[in-house]
Nanobody, 115 residues
Framework: QVQFVESGGGLVQPGGSLSVSCAAS????????MGWYRQAPGKQREMVAS???????KYADSVKGRFTISRDNAKNLVYLQMNSLKPTDTAVYYC?????????WGQGTQVTVSS
């Protein structure tokens, strides 16, 4: 059973930093590109960043230079370090493979950027 469990969200002021984590089941993690996605209220889910199993990364233009994706292959964990956060980064953040497994979305973790 493939599972993704996200954690680490919260409330942060504009300009602040936050890190979110995702634990993924081994069967999907080891051989796949992993991605972080987000969905803001009233908007479609979008990809934020992805990382291959050899640690090549890609970022959405809206987060480039502010967010950093990383992975720990020994622990089946993927991280998203978010700096210089903006109110427009407010969303529920999810991890999944890239491309995503549509019937395996986790509950996500809420990130709220507000003063």
């Amino acid at each position: 059973q493939v599972q993704f469990v996200e954690s680490g969200g919260g409330l942060v002021q504009p300009g602040g930093s936050l890190s979110v984590s995702c634990a993924a089941s081994g069967s999907i993690f080891r051989s796949n590109t992993m991605g972080w996605y987000r969905q803001a209220p009233g908007k479609q889910r979008e990809m934020v960043a992805s990382i291959t199993n050899t640690r090549s990364t890609k970022y959405a233009d809206s987060v480039k230079g502010r967010f950093t994706i990383s992975r720990d292959n020994a622990k089946n964990l993927v991280y998203l370090q978010m700096n210089s956060l903006k109110p427009t980064d407010t969303a529920v953040y999810y991890c999944n493979s890239d491309p995503p497994l549509q019937n395996r979305w986790g509950q996500g973790t809420q990130v709220t950027v507000s003063s």
